[in-house]
């Protein structure tokens, strides 16, 4: 097991990585510029962890030894005693490019430096360190606790050796870990988004409601959730990030974003997070 888990970022991603770690008997950093998100990551874990203890797949007395494997800290600089550390800011490429190259100072040599990122290439954020042969993709999905899979994605310098040791470590948290190439997308978001793209088309176009296109996906395709109520709950802004980067990345016409979602997000209506999206909530 590694000695201490780093996760930079505490949203809806990283607060969920930070949970199944220390649900797994790791010690755990939480890392944040916003104590504010620091706080609301942790009440977001202690409520999922009371939501596990309600149905029965969590002794109550564990919740308090988890809570107390995770501490906080708003500088990179706490990386620097972990042997593993995840990065899950906002998919941003500049800004995931200043963390790498400020982990790089601040982790131990020896450290793997992985990148929770749903689409940039894994090469071009391991070129802004000196050790790419220890930087990878750990892509979980959302919500991190509840959801099985983690998409392994090698950069073309990651070692056969920090490959193994996270597929290792993916198992120890429960995951099954699937390892897939880095190309723009990797396979999750490569096959889902041009599917959520499509489904904003026949919307705009006028081809059904929002409501009538996901109950076609739903009791059609048997998809737990259609593709619209999917993306609000992504978040929409986070959606047209990863098809720009497909489509920057591929050159292809078909990873197009829609113009409609483009409208959405300039309005701020984003999904769940700003309570507008597809849906209102």
């Known amino acids: ?7 930079v970022g505490a949203g809806q991603m990283g607060n969920g990585i930070a949970h199944v770690f220390a649900q797994s008997g790791f010690d755990v950093t939480m890392i944040d510029v916003s104590a504010d998100a620091l706080r609301r990551g942790r009440d977001t874990i202690a409520s999922n962890l009371d939501r596990q203890v309600k149905k029965g797949t969590l002794q109550a007395a564990d919740k308090e030894t988890i809570l107390g494997r995770i501490d906080t800290h708003d500088s990179l600089t706490a990386a620097g005693s972990a042997s593993l550390v995840i990065e899950s800011a906002t998919e941003n490429r500049e800004l995931k490019f200043r963390i790498f190259s400020e982990l790089d100072a601040a982790a131990p040599p020896d450290t793997i430096l992985a990148t929770n990122t749903s689409s940039i290439s894994i090469t071009e954020i391991a070129a802004r360190t000196k050790r790419p042969e220890k930087v990878i993709g750990m892509h979980f999905m959302n919500p991190v606790p509840v959801m099985q899979l983690v998409e392994v994605i090698r950069g073309l310098a990651t070692s056969d050796g920090t490959t193994a040791r996270v597929l290792d470590l993916s198992k120890a948290v429960g995951k099954t870990p699937v390892e897939v190439r880095d190309y723009p997308g990797f396979v ?17 176009e006028g081809v059904g409601s929002a409501d009538a296109i996901d109950t076609v996906m739903k009791l059609g395709m048997n998809h737990p959730m259609g593709p619209l109520a999917l993306a609000d709950l992504i978040g929409l802004d986070t959606c047209l990030a990863i098809l720009e980067v497909m489509h920057d990345g591929l050159g292809d016409p078909k990873y197009r974003p829609c113009p409609l979602l483009r409208t959405y997000v300039a309005a701020g209506w984003l999904g ?8 209102a909530y």
């Open 188 to 204: 999750a978001n490569r096959v889902l988004m041009p599917m959520i793209n499509e489904a904003i088309y026949c919307l705009m």
């Open 1 to 7: 097991m590694a000695d201490r888990v780093a996760v």
């Open 272 to 279: 769940r997070k700003s309570k507008r999206g597809f849906y």
